[in-house]
């Protein structure tokens, strides 16, 4: 079982900068086996993904957010994070870290997710 904390959301105004995190329980067997990624989901708009790891490996990040927002990893605390920079208000969403079996053909469907972590970014 795959467990996802998130915390680091909060109010920014437009053109500021926050980090979320993921705290991911067994973190070494979880990130060798799946595949992580962020997901956000603004107010009657389904979610989408922000980054994930795509069938070829590769992350990738939606054209919204790339160049702006960045993922990184601390192992030594078992730990995921999101950059978020130069946000602006239609970043504003409930963001959440997910999680995929990585099977022989590619990550599965993301099953696994964190509570969220909400960002409001105003103008």
């Known amino acids: 079982q795959v467990q996802l904390v998130e915390s680091g959301g909060g109010s920014v105004q437009a053109g500021g900068s926050l980090r979320l995190s993921c705290v991911v329980s067994r973190y070494t067997y979880t990130y060798l086996n799946y595949c992580m990624g962020w997901f956000r989901q603004a107010p009657g708009k389904e979610r989408e993904g922000v980054t994930v790891i795509s069938k070829d490996g590769a992350r990738r990040y939606d054209d919204a957010v790339k160049g702006r927002f960045f993922f990184s990893k601390d192992n030594a605390k078992n730990t995921l994070y999101l950059q978020m920079d130069s946000l602006k208000p239609e970043d504003t969403a409930m963001y959440y870290c997910?999680?995929?079996?990585?099977?022989?053909?590619?990550?599965?469907?993301?099953?696994?997710w964190g509570q969220g972590t909400q960002v409001t970014v105003s103008s």
């Open positions: 997910a999680a995929a079996w990585k099977g022989p053909e590619g990550c599965s469907e993301y099953n696994y």
